[in-house]
């Protein structure tokens, strides 16, 4: 195949069918976000490299997207931009530079695509698309609880129900590793590896351990904590009574600063009890979250068998202060479209709405008809609300009504001569069969019934 017909790898092209089914899932986070008084806002997809540079950790680092620096047509070797890696380091960006002109607690989303230089893989793709929603100003559990809602929200709304909501905090994490003799230098080479966990297992984590120098005691020991966590949830099933058995659990043999992580983690649980993320919040301490800025309260979606995630977050108290100079807290979650799209697609979970065709009616041309009277009849549904294509030239009615099927059009408005003269107009159904002739007037409220049957 000739590569110049294709798009770079990693990259992707949308056709029809693909972009129906994005703007239905960007549609219901649209909504589902404005609900909780989020604020939309934009970014550039090019950001100065300082700006990125050194806020996602070691393997983060490696996957952004640089884009040398040119000069009298030539390229000099250096780096002096970058594409947007993610939402969140933009947004701070953003705050720190309009933080007067923005309120106390600034609520926004964002849906845009970003880069990173990653290995293709099912699901995972080099320009993709976040959702993200964030509150910047508050230090209160309540924006932790109002972001795991939303989130809750979209996906019920999407037809979501299998999902977890697994929630950690990074200073537990720390705490434990403290507790289990990991030396605060090797924290995060730590915690690089445990992030693998979900990909590499038990033993592919143990392994980096040895590699990074982890010692095989103490690496084993926060393991085995792992995993008593995980049997636990397996024994108790439902959310609440599990997650406070958790917090029972962890709290034994932890310091100060993993018990305070844990009080934080257990009253984002009793916040959100009575909201829709109540019944899918889990605690899990192996969570850890690959980017360095997160200071307190992290969260990953898991659902079924899908490998990976359907978006995460957290808190992150620092960021902003790296741009202003001083710390302004922050926290934020992130619904990664593509992946959203997978699932939704695989278990086919669009409404019959979303896949239904390009249009609803096609309105047919025939030789010697005026083409006006099929543009006015074509004018008139659309009035009413249908989706309408006009064929564009004369042909035959079977190519025009194999086009129409081909299409994913369900209905054939024919316009014939005696229709003209009638003021009437014929409906196909190419879905179930049959036909009617009836009066202009009446066609879209006919069409639209089909359409939209009463339950």
Known sequence: MDRRTQPARGMRDFLPDDIRRREHVIGVITRVYRAYGFEPLETPAVENIDTLLGKYGEEGNKLIFKILKRGEGESSGVADLALRYDLTVPLARVVA??????????????????????????????????????????????????LCAAVADVLRELGFREFVIRLNHRRLLRGMLDAFGIAEPQHEQALIAVDKLDKVGREGVAAEFATRGIPAAAGGRLLDTFEAIAALRGSVREARPFNQRAVETLSAGVGDGASRALAELAEIVALSAGTSAGDYLAIDPSLARGLSYYTGAIFEIAVGDLAGSLGGGGRYDGLVGMFLGEDVPACGFSLGLERILVVMTERKMFPPAVTRGAADVLVTLFEGEPPADALAVAAMLRQAGLRVDVYPEADKIGKQLKLASAR??????????????????????????????????????????LLNPEP
């Open 408 to 449: 994913g059009i369900r209905f054939a408005a024919i316009v014939g001569e005696s229709e003209r003269q009638a003021d009437s107009v014929t409906i196909k159904d190419l879905t179930a069969g049959g036909q009617q002739t009836m009066s202009r007037a009446r066609a879209a409220s006919y069409v639209s019934a």
């Open 97 to 146: 530079e309009h933080r007067g002109k923005l309120p106390k607690f600034f609520k926004r989303y964002q849906i845009q695509p970003v880069w990173r230089a990653d290995r293709p893989a099912r699901g995972r793709f080099r320009e993709f698309y976040q959702c993200d929603v964030d509150v910047v100003g508050s230090t209160s559990m309540v924006v932790e609880a109002e």
